[in-house]
């Protein structure tokens, strides 16, 4: 049988550095636990519209379409700011999802316990939090039509719509209950049904998949403004939230703060099976590019390295690889170690992208 393949599309910005490391991660694999993948590498974004004048060619989005799994690092930067709205980084990320149907957005955070004093939370809120969001990623208002700028009389309108069908709502309700099956057995379904009427429509069919198939699952419902407060206030009441693509992505930022650093955050973007039984898969950092360190050695490498413990474990059913992966980690920041982003305390001196990597993988070592 063949290796496993891995797409790695490392993009803009600090997506690069960071995935160096993780390049060393996959390696060590290979070396040491015999766990080979077949790995080729191509552009997304901003590098790929500087060589090609799209952020996505049509060859890549078919080697995407081909493989086991697509590792993506970020896209993006001020350089592309001017660029027409059809070519801009972004979109070649947004095409991937959507010609991907990757409709399953698992975003957890969670809370290194080396870490809960470096949350702008009190460590009581934050300490042991772990949670995932599932964010819809195919539909909604980031998809829906009519949208554009349009001439109205002597001025402009900007518009969007948002837009869900029941079968959209049912699919990503499904791999919720699931998910949280295999943890805390909770879902917290997060909407505006108070002023949206695809609010309305969410609630009810989140509520139908749940009373048909999964009446075991704890659910409830929240606004998602109410939603954002209490994952302020008190985060730890949450095991698995549910919600649309607007909302997830705003709701995943402020979950990521919990945790002490967007630098933290891996992610895993998943679709129907394919014909070997493996979900489409694109995993990749919640961060973004970060232009303003990116090419100085500093950038934090671990939600990319932790995307593809998420690869290990959803795609490549090695869940104990997975855990190996998070466990030395969790190791090197109980150790002390810390990039830029994550030095608060005083006298602590930051160590660099490699160095970090370096640590990881001597974690890894030590634990065979
Ligand atoms: C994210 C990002 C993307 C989004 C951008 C880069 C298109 O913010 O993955 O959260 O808005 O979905
Ligand atoms: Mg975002």
Known sequence: ????????????????????????????????????????????????????????TDETMAKAQAVDAVLLGAVGGPKYDNLDFSVKPERGLLRLRKEMDLFSNLRPAQCFDALADFSSLKRDVVAGLDIVIVRELTSGIYFGEP??????????????TQRYTESEIDRVARSAFELARKRGNKVCSMEKANVMESGILWRE?????????????????????????????WPKQFDVIVTDNLFGDLLSDAAAMLTG????????????????????????????????????????????????????????????????LENAVEKVLADGLRTADLIGEEGVQPVSTREMGDAILAALDESL
């Not at 910005?13 to 080729?40: A, Q």
């Not at 069919?205 to 699952?217: A, F, S, T």
């Not at 694109?282 to 303003?292: I, Q």
Request: charged share 25%; hydrophobic share 40%.
């Open 205 to 233: 069919v989140v509520q139908k998949v749940h009373d048909e198939d999964y009446p075991d699952v704890e659910l409830s419902h929240m606004y998602a403004d109410a939603g954002a407060m209490q994952l302020c206030r």
């Open 261 to 324: 650093s967007l630098g933290m955050l891996p992610s895993a973007s998943l679709g129907a099976p394919m014909a070997n039984g493996r979900p489409k898969a694109l995993y990749e950092p919640v961060h973004g590019s970060a232009p303003d360190i990116a090419g100085q050695g500093k950038a934090n490498p671990i939600a990319c390295i932790l995307s593809f413990a998420m690869a290990l474990r959803y795609s490549f059913d090695q869940g104990d690889e997975a855990t190996r």
């Open 1 to 56: 049988m063949s290796n496993p393949s891995l797409l790695i599309l490392a993009g803009d910005g600090i997506g690069p550095e960071v995935m160096t490391e993780v390049r060393r991660v996959i390696d060590w694999y290979g070396d040491k636990r015999d766990l080979k993948f077949d790995v080729s590498e191509d552009l997304v974004g901003g590098a790929a519209y500087d060589k090609h004048g799209t952020p996505l």
């Open 147 to 160: 949208r554009g700028i349009f001439k109205e009389g002597n001025e402009r309108v900007g518009i969007n």
